[in-house]
């Protein structure tokens, strides 16, 4: 999975970097079919923007969310990108069932 996180207005923080790879790192399984991940963090008066890009093999997945603060905006961002993954992978699993279910009552 290849990473790239920028920031609009100024440059990202190490430990922010950090702390995006290590929150992805900790539900590797679940990513595990994303090809790239494409991080940006904006910030806007008070409230720090965080928006995320995911190429899956077959899919994008898209995902925006907004607080003050920056890390709780990530954290809202990536369980969005979570469910939205979760739910895509469920369309797949009923898909092939299916399928299976077609030809076996064939």
Do not use: W
């Not at 790239?36 to 806007?44: G, H, L, N, Q």
């Not at 965080?50 to 925006?64: D, G, P, Q, T, Y």
């Not at 979760?86 to 064939?106: G, L, M, P, S």
Request: proline share 1%; with cysteine; net charge positive.
């Amino acid at each position: 999975m290849n990473i790239s996180i920028t920031a609009r207005g100024g440059k990202a923080p190490d430990r922010l970097k950090k702390y995006v790879t290590d929150k992805l790192a900790r539900k590797e399984r679940l990513y595990e079919g994303v090809i790239d991940v494409e991080i940006t963090f904006s910030y806007e008066k008070q409230t720090q923007i965080a928006e995320v890009k995911m190429k899956l093999s077959n899919n994008l997945i898209i995902a925006r969310e907004k607080s003050e603060e920056i890390y709780k905006s990530i954290d809202l961002v990536l369980d969005n990108c979570e469910r939205q993954i979760k739910r895509v992978k469920e369309r797949q699993r009923e898909h092939t069932r299916d399928k299976i279910n077609d030809k076996i009552a064939v």
